[in-house]
Nanobody, 120 residues
Framework: QVQLVESGGGLVQPGGSLRLSCSAS????????IGWFRQPPGKEREREGIALISSSIGNTHYKDSVKGRFTISRDNAKNTVYLQMDSLNSEDTAVYYC???????????WGQGTQVTVTS
């Protein structure tokens, strides 16, 4: 069974940190680029990922709004991608989804999402 499962969301104060995890099973995780997307409250899920990491070399890319605050990494031995989020602010409040895509086959998967709420 193919699964992407996010965890690590929660409630945090402005300026705080959280680390999200995206654990994969049922497919060749190391062959998939992984991205984190988010859906702010009352809005559609953003089309542009906030952080992306490639399948092989592990190249990373960040949306400008999170650059310097968020760090994406992957551990292929654990089939897991992490998103370290620092200096959080209220605009980071959203449901965070991980997304995996194989560039060769085109197959892709979404996780179910994890809620991050930044509030004082």
């Amino acid at each position: 069974q193919v699964q992407l499962v996010e965890s690590g969301g929660g409630l945090v104060q402005p300026g705080g940190s959280l680390r999200l995890s995206c654990s994969a099973s049922g497919f060749a995780f190391s062959s998939y680029a992984i991205g984190w997307f988010r859906q702010p409250p009352g809005k559609e899920r953003e089309r542009e990922g906030i952080a992306l990491i490639s399948s092989s070399i592990g190249n990373t890319h960040y949306k400008d709004s999170v650059k310097g605050r968020f760090t994406i990494s992957r551990d292929n031995a654990k089939n897991t991608v992490y998103l370290q989020m620092d200096s959080l602010n209220s605009e980071d409040t959203a449901v965070y989804y991980c997304y995996g895509k194989n560039g060769r086959s085109g197959s892709d998967y979404w996780g179910q999402g994890t809620q991050v709420t930044v509030t004082s």
